[in-house]
């Protein structure tokens, strides 16, 4: 069984709906993030969340927003759809390792193909 | 502030033939380095890391890399390519401080052909 699953796979929608993408991880760890990827830039940041109560802004995060509704379920949220939300979103986590020089893996979930119509 | 820099946005190789993805790092202290791979329609998993300890690091599927900090680089190889290996790669450093942030690089996609 996967430890970070991730649903829908795959949506297709229409500028101006609102969509939610969720995350769910069997791993016990702490922290999960949520990471767009669009062709030849790479994973950029949109938000992190350390536990249920410390949310924070990444990179990328005008358009989106996050709800931590357990320790294992971290979804993502387009309120008003465009077409250049077009991408494909990861979910990752992480355990704290209390480590300040950093170095932590982070487990990355399938991911979740969106479409803006 | 951080980045990484992947040299190649495609490479192409044999099977069979030696495998080096190149990446250069920017840190205004030593870093922590990753390879995470990405098959076709699949998340990204961890290759290796390199945490401040030995500067060549093994990773699973025969892959390695080194750490070189005179030349800000940290270089991915593997002696024989598989067909297996087609894929993207991704060179990411992290940052310090409390968050654990990744930083990306571009991506290399690697072409595998018999």
């Known amino acids: 069984d996967a430890d970070v699953t991730q649903t829908p796979r795959n949506r297709i929608t229409k500028t101006g709906k609102r969509i939610m993408l969720e995350c769910s991880q069997t791993k016990g760890h702490d922290r999960m993030y949520w990471y767009r990827q669009d062709p030849g830039l790479g994973l950029r940041l949109i938000y992190y969340s350390f536990d249920v109560k410390d949310i924070n802004k990444g990179e990328i995060s005008d358009g989106y927003s996050v709800s931590r509704q357990a320790q294992a379920k971290f979804s993502l949220s387009l309120e008003s759809a465009i077409p250049n939300q077009t991408a494909l979103y990861f979910c990752?986590?992480?355990?704290?390792?209390?480590?300040?020089?950093?170095?932590?893996?982070?487990?990355f979930g399938p991911g979740t193909r969106l479409l803006v119509l | 502030a951080q980045s990484v820099t992947q040299l190649d946005s495609h490479v192409s190789v044999s099977e069979g033939t030696p495998v080096l993805l190149r990446c250069n790092y920017s840190s205004s202290y030593s870093p922590s380095l990753f390879w995470y791979v990405q098959h076709p329609n699949k998340g990204l998993q961890l290759l290796l890391k390199y945490t401040s300890a030995a500067t060549l690091v093994k990773g699973i599927n025969g892959f390695e890399a080194e750490f070189k900090k005179s030349e800000t680089s940290f270089h991915l190889t593997k002696p024989s390519a598989h067909m297996s290996d087609a894929a993207e790669y991704f060179c990411v450093v992290s940052s310090r401080g409390g968050y654990n942030k990744l930083i990306f690089g571009a991506g290399t996609r690697l072409a595998v052909h018999p």
């Open positions: 990752a986590t992480s355990r704290t390792s209390g480590n300040f020089l950093g170095g932590e893996t982070q487990y």
